[in-house]
């Protein structure tokens, strides 16, 4: 017998099973739910593979019929078997689109559900500070709205299903290689303006766990700085789910709990016995220990532990619809970040295109951590091209080792792609040799040693270019990678990401115009690895502060390859007539600007709003993304386009609270957060009554 309740309990409801529940466990039962089980024994079953089977993180009493939790991790989708491989998450947040994002979720709540599992481990939000972080592929971009607003949809869409979304790693986890112990030092303004609000978000919007990270903030430890998880996280924000650690190194010692760690994950090694004594000498009250279970119990109740309004059977893993969601999201995902003329290609005038790049023939899906899915099938960049050219075209590939036979290809081709770019070698969750994963005892993954592309490949391009004046390189990469030794040498430029399992079907499609471009940057492409904020991938201790991306462009004058939210279409767009108002709740601004598409194909857009105080000192960035939405358009149509923001992310955080800088406030509207792709408005804003006038 499990113990449930009816579907969409009223809240009163939940609260009084749980105090039942509470009444009737023992304090060893209570102890039992907040730690995992069985872990560590069965990946050695498994022969270290993780993710082999879902995993008892908290929860489960099988005398009360209380379901355990069940975790699998993510993002890319579920961890376990021959799932839907998805594009990661730093394409999704390319692509823009909350929509399509909340639609992913629910995709991957469906397969956790017919896996078995009802605990999702996979809603990453850490904030790019830099592109040599190992792990950025997990996450969704360099600013913090941005990653907020994509958290929340992948945290609404699983939580659709009666799986618990976890959004981690709480707080500041922007390093790999050291990440059991850095510490990172920072002043609160940049915790509470760069590196928490995405958290937040994802905490209103209801999420009902969240993982601590490994390291430390301004000297405690993630999963033992009260501040960050009961102060913050509990009492300010008012989040009433629970709190896991990251596996195994995550939980210290039982200390952890009387900060706020509600569960050790993923096995029961600091809690437990250790847990239980100290409730017994008193120096862990009995409220906190039912505070803790409480909140387990609260998440379960609220998506787990109630009535199924729909069936998960195994038919659902990898399913035709799922499988279309993936090539939808690599379609919206691919940014075009240069084009002189030369796609989309016209296949029909073609008879021979030229593939190059060991990166073109391989499934190139991600890296080999926590984040690995392993897709049933994947279609390479090769693949999908010979798929989607006419059966007249011959398509020729070359891995480019030898670059005089590059030249002799090249010059016989009507068009050239070269794929370039990093794998699970270069980049990633950080796995040491020896390990399960690693081959030939070599070091997998980790923080980047370099931002390039490399020797090899940049000669692989010029030699490509050289010979053919229509090379296309298509970068794979999880974050921004340097292109200044040949970018200007080639006349077109895609991302292409690490682009899951319809990644060749979605990058054909893009390269033979049957889909219009529509990716823009989550991030800013630096020209010098010298305009980018210090970074140490073997330093212990390390200070970050309100400045990266493109706000630290900006502040230093310095212009980017790419800035972020850049992408080019097969179409143009212009953005005229910007107007702002304010809502008749007071709190919310609707900005609304005249998109045209002044080309001669349909497309979409990404409609950006940034925000910035005219009156700013030295110690305010000049603009932040503060709102944005996509548009499709036909050729020749304008559309007015609206974009609520919330008046709360204009504010910063100044002696202990959130202020509104009062005065005049530059609004931007546009295509990306470049001056020039933009048009502006100014309005006054009043601190006291929160009032606008629009100029």
């Given amino acids: 017998m499990v113990t449930v309740i009816e579907k969409d309990a009223s809240p009163e409801v939940i609260e009084d099973r749980i105090d039942e529940l509470l009444s009737g466990l023992t304090l060893e039962e209570k102890v039992s739910m907040l730690s995992g089980h069985g872990f560590l024994e069965q990946i050695q079953k498994d022969g270290g593979r993780y993710g082999a089977r879902m995993y008892h993180v908290a929860a489960g009493n ?27 998450p730093m394409a999704r947040g390319a692509s823009f689109d909350v929509g399509l994002e909340r639609r992913i ?83 609160e303004r940049p915790l509470r303006e760069v590196y928490l609000p995405h958290f937040k978000r994802c905490v209103d919007a209801g999420v009902g766990a969240v993982m601590s990270a ?37 939980c210290r010692d039982w200390s952890a709990f009387s900060a706020g760690l509600d569960v050790e994950a993923p096995d029961t090694i600091h809690f437990g016995p250790h847990l239980r004594s ?20 609260r998440s379960l109740f609220r998506r787990v532990a109630m009535p199924d309004s729909e069936s998960y059977g195994p038919e659902l893993v990898a399913c035709d619809a799922h499988v279309a969601l993936a090539r939808e999201s690599v379609q919206k995902s691919i940014v075009l970040l240069r084009n002189e003329g030369v796609l989309p290609w016209d296949a029909a005038t073609f008879d021979r295109v030229l593939v190059l790049g060991k990166l073109a023939d391989v499934p190139n899906l991600g890296d080999r951590g926590s984040s690995e899915v392993s897709p049933p099938s994947a279609v ?56 399960v994963g690693a081959s030939d005892g070599k070091d997998l993954g980790g923080d980047r040693r370099e931002l390039g592309l490399g020797p090899e490949q940049e000669a692989l391009i010029h030699a490509a270019a050289e010979a053919n004046a229509s090379t296309i390189v298509a970068v794979m990469a999880g974050s921004a990678v340097l292109m200044e030794s040949w970018r200007e040498r080639v006349p077109g430029i895609l991302m292409l990401w690490y682009p899951g399992m319809e990644g060749g079907t979605g990058l054909a499609g893009v390269l033979l115009g049957q889909v219009n471009p529509s990716g823009r940057l989550p991030f800013s492409v630096p020209r010098s690895a ?70 001669a194909r349909a497309g979409e857009t990404v409609v950006q709003v940034y925000a910035g105080w005219a009156e700013s000192a030295a110690d305010q960035p000049r603009k932040r993304l503060c709102g944005f939405g996509r ?65």
């Fill in 530 to 599: 010298d305009d980018l904020p210090f970074f140490d991938r073997e330093a212990e201790a390390i200070t970050y502060d309100l400045w990266h991306g493109y706000t630290k462009l900006e502040r230093d004058d310095v212009e980017p390859a790419y800035p972020f939210g850049f992408g080019l279409s097969y179409t143009c767009f212009a953005f005229s007539n910007p107007t702002v108002a304010l809502d008749e709740t007071g709190e919310t601004l609707r900005v609304e600007v005249e998109v045209a598409n002044t080309g």
């Fill in 105 to 187: 979720g629910e995709a991957i709540g469906r397969e956790m559900r017919a896996r078995g599992g009802n605990l999702f481990g996979g809603v990453c939000i850490n904030l790019l500070r830099h592109p040599a972080w190992g792990r950025a592929q997990e996450t969704y971009g360099e600013d913090p709205f941005l990653l907020g607003e994509m958290g929340a949809a992948l945290v609404t869409g699983v939580q659709q299903h009666g799986v618990v979304a976890t959004v981690k790693h709480y707080a500041a986890n922007s390093m790999e290689n050291v990440r059991f112990k850095v510490d990172v030092t920072l002043d």
């Fill in 278 to 297: 100290a409730i017994e000498r008193g120096e862990v009250s009995q409220a906190r220990l039912d505070d803790g279970a409480r909140r387990v119990l």
């Fill in 631 to 695: 548009v499709l358009l036909s050729a020749g149509e304008t559309q007015t386009v609206s974009v609520e923001v919330a008046l709360r992310q204009l504010a910063f955080f100044d002696a202990g609270r959130w202020r509104l800088g009062t005065g005049d406030w530059s609004i931007w509207i546009g295509g990306s957060s470049r001056d020039a792709d933009l048009v502006s408005t100014t309005i006054e804003l009043t601190d006291r009554s929160w009032s606008i006038r629009a100029r």
């Fill in 380 to 435: 390479t960049p090769l693949a999908g091209l010979r798929a989607a050219l006419p059966d007249g075209c011959e398509v020729v590939y070359d891995a480019g080792e030898d670059l005089a036979r590059v030249r002799v290809l090249a010059a016989t081709a009507d068009a050239v792609l070269v794929v370039a770019g990093l794998s699970y070698e270069d980049e990633g969750e950080f796995i040491p040799g020896g390990h």
């Fill in 214 to 250: 490994y390291n430390q903030v301004n000297g405690a430890y993630c999963g033992h700085s009260e501040a960050l998880l009961t102060k913050i996280l509990k009492h300010e924000w008012g989040f009433d789910g629970f709190v896991y650690s990251d596996f195994v190194l995550g």
């Fill in 62 to 88: 099988q005398r009360l019929g209380i379901p355990p939790l069940l975790f699998n991790d993510g993002p890319r989708g579920v961890n376990m078997g021959h799932s839907t491989c998805f594009p990661v």
